[in-house]
């Protein structure tokens, strides 16, 4: 079944992964990241694709881009969250990083919700509507001394399933995918693992063609993914 899909933070890493891996199948796509210049001449450059402006922590902008998807495409039906920062703020953070923990707050959690929030019209529309949410498995544990981007995802994977439960009669399926460790920039200072024992984007990419194809009564809500032992 060929889908219109919105992908956030499809300009590099995952989210780009991901846009590939659906345009290969033939999906439509359109792609909210900040710098859709960045991606002409690319091989998302495609007259089936749409690339326009997003900036996660503005909802104005989530507003915009859904408006857009729908005078384009007449209607969509799927919205991939993958736009994310990462932080290393810890427990006993200082007054000067008060600042980065409120970004991650904004982009982490309130800008899923805002996109969410904008496209849920088209997504109830459609009666097999789906939502992909990029968590990570801190939204599962804490490891370390990641508070503030821990936190944030705690939070959006609570957000998650208020999602499952608000769109459950509407045909709405949510699906939270949480990997470890992937060899995107963010692990790149990760020294524990070398990058080809991570989890690689195009696996998270194939995971996530295979969820668009199943039926509202076989679509997983959460989907860990291992590349290292958690206990």
């Known amino acids: 079944m060929s889908r219109t899909v919105l992908i956030s933070g499809a300009s590099r890493g995952i989210?780009?992964?991901?846009?590939?891996?659906?345009?290969?199948?033939?999906h439509r796509l359109s792609l909210g990241v900040r710098r859709p210049?960045?991606?002409?001449?690319?091989?998302l450059d495609r007259p089936e694709v749409q690339l326009h402006p997003y900036e996660a922590s503005d909802p104005a902008s989530a507003q915009a881009w859904v408006e857009a998807a729908a005078a384009r495409f007449g209607s969509f039906d799927t919205v991939v969250h993958s736009a994310a920062v990462f932080s290393r703020?810890?427990?006993?953070?200082?007054?000067?990083?008060?600042?980065?923990?409120?970004?991650?707050?904004?982009?982490?959690?309130?800008?899923?919700?805002?996109?969410?929030?904008?496209?849920w019209p088209q997504l109830a529309a459609h009666g097999q509507g789906r939502l992909v949410v990029l968590v990570s498995m801190s939204g599962k544990r804490s490891k370390g001394r990641l508070a503030g981007y821990t936190a944030s995802k705690f939070a959006?994977?609570?957000?998650?399933?208020?999602?499952?439960?608000?769109?459950?009669?509407?045909?709405?399926?949510?699906?939270?995918?949480?990997?470890?460790?992937?060899?995107?920039?963010?692990?790149?200072a990760v020294q524990a693992m070398p990058?080809?024992?991570?989890?690689?984007?195009g696996d998270i990419a194939a995971l996530i063609s295979q969820l668009l194809q199943l039926p509202n009564s076989c679509v997983p809500f959460e989907l860990a993914v291992n590349c290292n032992l958690e206990v």
């Open 156 to 188: 959006l994977m609570g957000l998650c399933q208020t999602m499952r439960n608000e769109g459950w009669e509407q045909g709405i399926r949510v699906t939270a995918i949480c990997p470890s460790w992937v060899n995107t920039d963010m692990a790149a």
């Open 15 to 26: 989210g780009r992964a991901i846009a590939e891996r659906l345009l290969a199948q033939g």
């Open 37 to 43: 210049e960045d991606l002409l001449g690319t091989a």
């Open 89 to 119: 703020v810890p427990l006993l953070f200082d007054e000067a990083q008060q600042a980065e923990i409120e970004q991650l707050w904004q982009v982490n959690v309130m800008g899923p919700w805002w996109l969410t929030r904008a496209a």
């Open 195 to 201: 990058a080809e024992a991570m989890s690689q984007p």
